[in-house]
């Protein structure tokens, strides 16, 4: 019987403390690493810099010093203790959009690898997690040889990870699909015994080649991306001839060829993944000579964007053609519920623009105001919705929380100054809010 396998995450964002805490929970002795301090303190005190539904629970559960913790779970900023402790290191760090380039910047993930791989004595598999362009694994894989002291024994992988801001501790337990780019059985064998646990509940293992595996994850993305983009052109030509998109939606879903997951219309995917991701993977493709092949993200990227400017255009519309000097309400400033995320945000990116062309604009976002505070401090935040909305002329529900769904439209009514309501995110019912006699407004359906 050899011993388990030992663990480590380098990288401690919202994929890397969630593989980490998940891997603690799965059994495995886990040691995260970050080479920020303060964010060491924080996982060590069982808190995560963000917010993740379920992520602080899980971390209590595991981490090292806390009452009843399996005490399986330790972090630390040194790459030396990280070295010596694991078998496998999962290399978690982020891979963002380049200043003003649409490439992606792989400087993370680079000084990552130069930091461990001169610091393997024993036998060690690196596995990748980031997204990346395709044929950075091959680079990779050469980098770790000619650095590891080990040499050969010192092996490379890729595991792409598909996880959701919001529900990134259900999807890093329970896996729709675990993906592995490998050149070797070991490599292989290694990952299916950290996965078995997934394997055994019947998440499907699919075994690549490292390309393969690198372009898995973006094309994915590049799917989701197209699909919001698809419907939202699709809410485009509804406005122009009267049409219902979510009808329509809901229409086209029932054949399950198409599916219902991923088409409501509305403002746009934002955060730290999908946008950033199809601009890369069309620089990538450029650099391969097969920019013809991705050509259609460009126009998914530019729907996307246009949204954005339809919602300001509607706003403008509703407070009857110019906003200088105007109150808008905003409901929502992440890019999506359930997270404090504000990473290329549709929503704060439309209040941001209503507030440039003269408008007053009040946010109020659940979980989000701190960084949306921090990204945009020339926008008014408000501690409440009904705080946020009073006195405005127009009240825009920008991102789909649940609380902003369970509101009161009558009580609402009362604090506004003109009860007109735009929704864009397709998420409120317009029959409620026309009743407590709202105008409601929506992207993609029609005005009355
Ligand atoms: C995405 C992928 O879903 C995930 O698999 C990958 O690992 C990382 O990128 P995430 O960024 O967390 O995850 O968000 P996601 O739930 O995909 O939503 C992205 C954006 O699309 C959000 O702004 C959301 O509001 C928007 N969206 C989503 C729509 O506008 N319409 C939809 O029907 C679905």
Known sequence: NRAPLKITVIGTGYLGATHAAAMAELGFEVLGLDISPEKVAMLERGETPMYEPGLEELLRKHVAGHPDSSGRLRFTTSYEEVAEFGDIHFVCVNTPQKHGEYACDMSYVDSALESLAPRLTRPA???GKSTVPVGSAARLAERLTELAPVGEDAELAWNPEFLREGFAVQDTLHPDRIVVGVRSERAEQQLREVYATPLAEGSPFVVTDFPTAELVKTSANSFLA?????????????????????????????????????????????????????RAFMARAGELGA?????????????????????????????????LGTRIGVLGATFKPDSDDVRDSPALNVAGQLHLQGAQVTVYDPKGMENARALFP????????????????????????????????????????VRHVLDGRNTLDPVLWRKANWKFRALGRPTA
Not at 253 to 270: S, T
């Open 378 to 417: 020339t926008l008014r935040y408000a501690p409440s919705a009904l705080d946020a909305v009073r006195g405005a002329d127009a009240v825009l529900h920008l991102t789909e929380w649940r609380e902003f769904q369970e509101l009161d439209p009558a009580a609402l009514g009362e604090v506004v100054a």
């Open 291 to 323: 920019s013809q092949a991705l050509t259609f993200l460009r126009e998914v990227d530019s729907i996307n964007m246009r949204r954005r400017a339809q919602m300001v255009e509607l706003a403008r519309d509703a407070v009857g053609g110019t906003l």
């Open 226 to 278: 197209t699909k919001i983009s698809f419907i939202n052109a699709m809410a485009e030509v509804c406005e122009a001839a009267d049409g219902d998109v979510v009808k329509l939606a809901e229409a086209i879903g029932h054949d399950d060829r198409i599916g219902k997951k991923f088409l409501r219309a509305g403002i746009g995917f934002g955060g730290g993944c999908l946008p950033k991701d199809i």
């Open 125 to 127: 598999l690196v596995v």
